[in-house]
């Protein structure tokens, strides 16, 4: 019954991680509290049971804005909701009160200070409630980074609604909260759901901060024409880079606190409906973005805790699909935040502190990033490699001599008596008169000026990273280094240590995370690009973030199975009933077109793979793990037959896959391998005259190439002919 509904209004044909065990507890009444990361796909715990259960479902929601999303999201999927805030006219308000006592609600959101007001609660008792949901429900903690008064009343609830269960939900994961959030609104006997707080789908990379604008730049070229968020420490920084991005020809808007609330409204909706790419702010932008196909969040500074960049950088990849979470820290960051919790009176000063100091572990380290962002958080970590992050990737060098210069640090350590920090060991290895090492006579030590030939950052990241390797300890309120049993196990020279070296940002090698490029496999990009803008427009016109119209998955899902009629269609992830009767007719427009005019085919999913997959008419699915079934088996092939020259139509008939698909595997074995040259595959006069042609119109689309040959040269021959000269153009840069 939950599926059916999941199918029918949202076109997900199965549930994520813990989210039937949640639509269970609604759908049966028993009290819950569910945590789930950020995009594991809370609201559908609460939304789908809605359509099931006799009455309204209502909805605590601390932001207007997220309500509003919400309700406009749930529309599209035909679903009857809406919200009550201070934002609306009488008018407004009275036909939302009409619709609830119609019965005609299935959901009704509505802030935690106006649901607690008497005769708020006097208006919901003249319906049938069918549960109550809090979501972000660990505003009700004060031990929670969120904390919000309001919430407190909602403690009422329960002696308000006495046979109405409750039902909680938040991405924080601490135990003391969750246990906070089940007495504050006297749960009874709560089944309590937590599920993993891995963001599998994100990749993690942490650099040091260096001239930020050509790194920012580096990663925005890696993510043309998507949607991020730069994260900048100060307001100045938000409008200069901001400014230089734009004058470089990237679309952006800044937003932070020095705005009028106009302004930082008109820079989000750009954001949202997609007329700008990225986003740059100070972390005043923060919940109130509800937009899952964020591809890409930077940090141009380090934040004060590692709690804080997971919440910033978890707004990365809510819809499941990879995302890149870059990270660029600097020692001035670090030291000004150190100020800030040292002139601050604040009681918290020491919790502060070691927040601060594991993001700096963090930023430094050379341990997985997952593992060590989920054991913060108290979670084993199973996996040796994740696959998806800068250590794990192997982006970084390692230092050859670690050992050496693992035992110049820690014997530095001891011969100043154990008694100092990172910060002051350094300029001890460095060599420099600094007045404290003078006064302390430590230009004397045999360990001064040591690594005079590396960078103080250098030595300093090689600290941390010798801390989260268990060689040094930091010893109370300022950090002092000591050495660990370990540690003294390394100056006997009995073990290694492992020591990275940030390589410089523009000699980098940026790996692609193969675990996660699957996503884009048999993806049509063009069609992808032509679909985006589409979205765009829709999104535009109906004032709705591009999301609530198809999301990133969905587009892609299009772009890959490409369906023709209304009937394959309604079949792609992400295609309900009512999103197919307002969106389906100008997509299956622009898919159409696109096909016709570029000679791919449509309904792709029917080709070669029926027996595979049992019946054509099956569902395609496009989860990573499971693109097109039966092709897994068949790409690997089809790349050997390429690596040895093989003809197309040789193997078409070896792999049993249509024409556009054996050149789709083609143009990726091109990209992959950096060949150059197309002769195996096509003619060399037409690679000349297609090089030709692309001086006037460019590598990115096929089809002005293909007019210019008015149909003489087919577009499977420039798809491949364009794959070469891409790489030729990689090489010459
Ligand atoms: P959260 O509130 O936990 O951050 P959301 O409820 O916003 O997450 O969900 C994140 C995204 O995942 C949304 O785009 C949502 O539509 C999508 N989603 C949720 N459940 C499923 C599912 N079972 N199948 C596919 N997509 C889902
Ligand atoms: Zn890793």
């Not at 734009?246 to 750009?270: F, S, V």
Request: aromatic share 8%; hydrophobic share 35%.
């Amino acid at each position: 019954m939950l599926l059916d509904v999941l199918q029918k209004y949202w076109g997900y044909s199965e549930f994520r991680t813990l989210q039937e065990e949640a639509m269970s507890c609604v759908f049966d009444a028993r009290d819950s509290v569910v945590v789930l990361p950020t995009g594991g796909g809370k609201s559908l715990c609460y939304q789908a049971p809605a359509m099931c259960r006799e009455g309204v479902a209502v909805v605590v929601s601390p932001l207007i804005s997220l309500m509003k999303d919400q309700v406009d999201s749930l529309k599209t999927c035909g679903i009857s909701a809406a919200f009550i805030n201070s934002t609306q006219s009488v008018a407004e308000k009275r036909q939302v009160a009409d619709d609830f006592r119609n019965g005609t609600l299935r959901l009704l959101y509505i802030a935690p200070e106006r649901l607690v007001q008497p005769q708020t609660i006097e208006f919901l008792q003249q319906q049938t409630i069918s549960f109550i949901a809090v979501d972000e429900a660990h505003c009700i903690s004060e031990w929670g980074h969120d904390f919000r008064p309001e919430f407190r009343e909602l403690a009422r609830l329960r002696d308000s609604f006495p046979d109405i269960s409750i039902h909680a939900f938040t991405a924080t994961a601490t135990e003391q909260v969750r246990q906070d959030i089940a007495e504050q609104l006297a749960l009874r006997d709560p089944q309590i759901l937590v599920g993993s707080f891995d963001r599998p789908n994100l990749v993690y990379r942490s650099e040091r901060r260096d001239s930020i604008l050509d790194q920012a730049r580096e990663i925005l070229d890696r993510h043309k024409n998507e949607s991020g968020i730069i994260y900048c420490p100060s307001r100045r920084e938000v409008d200069s880079i901001s400014a230089e991005l734009n004058a470089n020809g990237y679309r952006t808007l800044p937003y932070h606190a020095g705005m009028t609330d106009g302004e930082r409204r008109q820079n989000q909706e750009a954001f949202a409906e997609e007329s700008i790419d990225t986003i740059v702010a100070t972390v005043a932008f923060g919940m109130g973005i509800d937009k899952s196909n964020v591809r890409y969040v930077i940090h141009t500074g380090m934040p004060k805790s590692l709690e804080n960049y997971q919440q910033e950088s978890g707004r990365a990849g809510r819809d499941s699909l990879e995302a890149e979470c870059v990270l660029f820290y600097s020692l001035s960051e670090f030291m000004r935040w150190k100020k800030n919790i040292e002139d601050g009176s604040d009681a918290g000063a020491e919790a502060a502190m070691r927040s601060l100091q594991a993001m700096v572990d963090y930023s430094t380290g050379v341990s997985c990033r997952h593992r060590s962002l989920v054991q913060y958080f108290g979670e084993d970590f199973k996996l040796d490699s994740c696959g998806a992050c800068d250590v794990c990737l192997q982006e970084l060098d390692e230092v050859e001599d670690a050992l050496i210069v693992g035992q110049k640090i820690l014997s530095s350590v001891v011969r100043q008596g154990e008694r100092f920090g990172s910060e002051y060991t350094s300029l001890v290895l460095k060599g420099s008169r600094d007045k404290r090492v003078v006064a302390n006579g430590h230009d004397g030590l045999s360990t001064w000026g040591i690594l005079a030939d590396e960078s103080q950052s250098s030595i300093r990241d090689w600290i941390g990273q010798l801390v989260s390797q268990d060689f040094l300890v930091r010893v109370g309120e300022f950090g002092t280094l000591a050495v660990t049993p370990r540690g003294r196990e390394l100056l006997r020279g009995n073990v290694t240590p492992k020591l990275l070296r940030a390589a410089e940002t523009t000699t980098r090698q940026k790996k692609r995370s193969t675990k996660l490029t699957a996503s884009w496999e048999g993806v049509d990009r063009e069609l992808f690009d032509d679909l985006r803008i589409l979205r765009h427009d829709l999104a535009a016109e109906a004032s709705v973030p591009a999301y609530v119209v198809f999301t990133d998955e969905t587009l892609r899902e299009l772009s890959r199975f490409r369906p023709s009629t209304v009937e394959t269609m309604i079949r792609i992830k992400g295609v309900g009933e009512k999103r197919l009767a307002t969106y389906g007719e100008p997509f299956l427009d622009a898919i159409r077109k696109y096909c016709e005019q570029s000679g791919v085919e449509f309904d792709a999913w029917l080709d070669g793979a029926d027996s595979v997959r049992g019946s054509a008419t099956s569902r395609p699915r496009a989860d990573a793990s499971s693109v097109e079934p039966g092709s897994r088996s068949v790409k690997p092939r089809a790349f050997d037959l390429f690596r040895e020259g093989t003809p197309l139509e040789a193997v078409q008939a070896e792999t049993d896959r249509a024409m556009s698909t054996i050149v789709g595997y083609l143009s990726e074995f091109i990209q992959l391998e950096g060949l150059t040259d197309p002769t195996p595959w096509i003619d060399e006069t037409s690679f000349d005259r297609i090089r030709l042609a692309t001086r006037e119109a460019g590598t990115e689309r096929l089809k002005p190439i293909y007019e210019v040959f008015e149909g003489e040269i087919s577009y499977d021959t420039i798809r491949i002919a364009l794959a070469c000269l891409k790489n030729e153009e990689a090489l010459s840069e």
